[in-house]
C-alpha cells in the first residue's frame, strides 16, 4: 500500500524553528518530486516547497529564506526545515508525492497531515 507517513509538528514560539520528516514508500518516492503543502482553517491548501529526483527546489514566496526543503533518497525521506516561523505558518502540514511518469500527466498522493502551531 502506499503511504506517506509525516512527523516532527508541534507548538512553538514565534522565531522558533521545526523540522519535518515524511517518510514515503520507495514505489512513490523514487524519481518523483515531492513536496509540502499547507491548509490554515477557511484557507485553500497551498504549497510551501517542493523538490524534484534531482535535488531542484521551489518555494512559495511567503517562506523563502526561511524554510528549506530537502530528500534523502536512500531513505525514501523528505525534510522541511523551518525557521524564523511566524504565526502565519500556523497550519497542518501535508507531505506530497507527485508521479509524473508521462508529459502531462500527473497524480499526487498525500500523507495524513501533521499540525503546526506557531505562537506569538
Known amino acids: 500500500q502506499v503511504q506517506l507517513v509525516e512527523s516532527g509538528g508541534g507548538l512553538v514560539q514565534a522565531g522558533g524553528s521545526l523540522r519535518l520528516s515524511c517518510a514515503a514508500s520507495g514505489s512513490i518516492f523514487r524519481g518523483n518530486t515531492m513536496g509540502w503543502y499547507r491548509q490554515a482553517p477557511g484557507k485553500q491548501r497551498e504549497l510551501v516547497a517542493a523538490?524534484?529526483?534531482?535535488?531542484?527546489?521551489n518555494y512559495a514566496d511567503s517562506v523563502k529564506g526561511r524554510f528549506t526543503i530537502s530528500r534523502d533518497n536512500a531513505k525514501n525521506t523528505v525534510y522541511l526545515q523551518m525557521n524564523v516561523l511566524k504565526p502565519e505558518d500556523t497550519a497542518v502540514y501535508y507531505c506530497?508525492?507527485?508521479?509524473?511518469?508521462?508529459?502531462?500527466?500527473?497524480?499526487?498522493?498525500w500523507g495524513q497531515g501533521t499540525q503546526v502551531t506557531v505562537s506569538s
Open positions: 506530497n508525492a507527485r508521479s509524473s511518469p508521462f508529459v502531462g500527466y500527473s497524480r499526487d498522493y
Open positions: 523538490i524534484t529526483s534531482g535535488g531542484s527546489t
